[in-house]
C-alpha cells in the first residue's frame, strides 16, 4: 500500500507569487493534516481537514487556504508568497475512529518550498 | 491543542549505547506518538501509546508513559549510525491537534 504522497517534492517561486501543494492520504483514510516546518524547528500545525471540512486552524495568515477533494486528497495554496514562507511543507493523514482520532498519523515526505 | 516538549534538545552518545529522550505536555491526552525525522526529510511513525497503556515495545524502541506526570520517554537500544535524527513526541488529545515541540537531536558517534 502506498504511503502518504506529496506533490511536488520541490519548488522554487518568487515573493508575491502563488503556489498550490498536493497531498494524497492513505487509502481509507479521511482526515489530513498540513504542517509548516522551518530549518531547526518542529512542524507548525497549519490545517486539519476531515471528510471535506475544516477542523482545525493554526496561526497561519489568511494567505493560506486548503481543501480537501471527495477523494479525500488535499491541496494547500498560499498567496503573496514572502520569504519567510520558505519551509519543508508536509502533510498527514490518519484514519478516524468516529470523531475522535485514536489512530496513528503518518507523514508524507514533504514539498520543499523555496521562495527567492 | 497539545504541545509536547522534547528534554534534552541534543544528545550525542557512542554506537551501541543505550539512548533515551524524555517528552512532557500539559493536559490528558487519548495518546501519544513518537516520530523521527531526517534531516530535511518527513516525520516517520515509530510508535504510539495509549493513555491506559504505561509501556509499550517495537524493536529496539521502548516507549513509557507516565500519565500521573504527564510525561513519557522512548528509549533507543543499542543504537546504530542509522539512528541520527530528530525525535519528535506528539500527544494527542481530544481536540485532535497536534502541536509539536522543536524535537530532540540525536546524534550517534562512531
Known amino acids: 500500500d502506498a504511503g502518504v504522497t506529496q506533490s511536488p517534492t520541490h519548488l522554487i517561486k518568487t515573493r508575491g507569487q502563488h503556489v498550490t501543494l498536493r497531498c494524497s492520504p492513505i487509502?481509507?483514510?479521511?482526515?489530513v493534516s498540513w504542517y509548516q516546518q522551518v530549518l531547526g524547528q518542529g512542524p507548525q500545525f497549519i490545517f486539519q481537514?476531515?471528510?471535506?471540512?475544516?477542523?482545525g486552524r493554526g496561526n497561519f495568515p489568511d494567505r493560506f487556504s486548503a481543501r480537501q477533494f471527495p477523494n479525500y486528497s488535499s491541496e494547500l495554496n498560499v498567496n503573496a508568497l514572502l520569504l519567510g514562507d520558505s519551509a519543508l511543507y508536509l502533510c498527514?493523514?490518519?484514519?478516524?475512529?468516529?470523531?475522535?482520532?485514536?489512530?496513528?498519523?503518518?507523514f508524507g515526505p514533504g514539498t520543499r518550498l523555496t521562495v527567492l | 491543542s497539545q504541545q509536547g516538549e522534547e528534554d534534552p534538545q541534543a544528545l550525542s552518545i557512542q554506537e551501541g549505547e543505550n539512548a533515551t529522550m524524555n517528552c512532557s505536555y500539559k493536559?490528558?491526552?487519548?495518546?501519544l506518538q513518537w516520530y523521527r525525522q531526517n534531516s530535511g526529510r518527513g516525520l516517520v511513525h515509530l510508535i504510539l501509546?495509549?493513555?491506559?497503556?504505561r509501556e509499550k515495545h517495537s524493536g529496539r524502541l521502548r516507549v513509557t508513559l507516565d500519565t500521573s506526570k504527564k510525561s513519557s520517554s522512548l528509549l533507543i537500544t543499542a543504537s546504530r549510525a542509522a539512528d541520527t535524527a530528530s525525535y519528535f513526541c506528539?500527544?494527542?488529545?481530544?481536540?485532535?491537534?497536534?502541536?509539536f515541540g522543536k524535537g530532540t537531536r540525536l546524534h550517534i558517534l562512531p
Open positions: 506528539a500527544p494527542l488529545n481530544r481536540d485532535d491537534k497536534i502541536i
Open positions: 487509502s481509507g483514510h479521511k482526515s
Open positions: 501509546i495509549r493513555s491506559n497503556e
Open positions: 498527514a493523514s490518519r484514519g478516524l475512529a468516529g470523531a475522535y482520532s485514536y489512530n496513528e498519523q503518518f
Open positions: 493536559t490528558s491526552i487519548n495518546n
Open positions: 481537514y476531515y471528510e471535506k471540512e475544516e477542523r
